[in-house]
């Protein structure tokens, strides 16, 4: 078997795993999605209260 043929077997192989995933991949979406979310939060955070107040404030009639 010349050197061309064990690469093709190789290559066949490999073809042929079943895939495993991404996991370490989906694990940093993940994580820098929540460490956005806090990002975004804790500088909106006083502008979020004063809407959310004044959403509450309009439907009670205050």
Do not use: C, H
């Not at 042929?16 to 989906?26: A, L, M, N, Q």
């Not at 999605?33 to 009639?61: H, K, M, P, Y």
Request: charged share 20%; no cysteine; aromatic share 10%.
């Amino acid at each position: 078997m010349n050197a061309l043929q064990r690469y093709l077997v190789r290559f066949r192989l490999w073809i042929s795993e079943p895939e495993k995933g991404d996991v370490p991949g989906w694990v940093l979406v993940v994580l820098m999605t929540a460490g956005l979310v806090i990002t975004i939060w804790l500088l909106a955070e006083g502008a979020l209260q004063r809407v959310f107040t004044t959403a509450i404030d309009r439907i009670l009639g205050v």
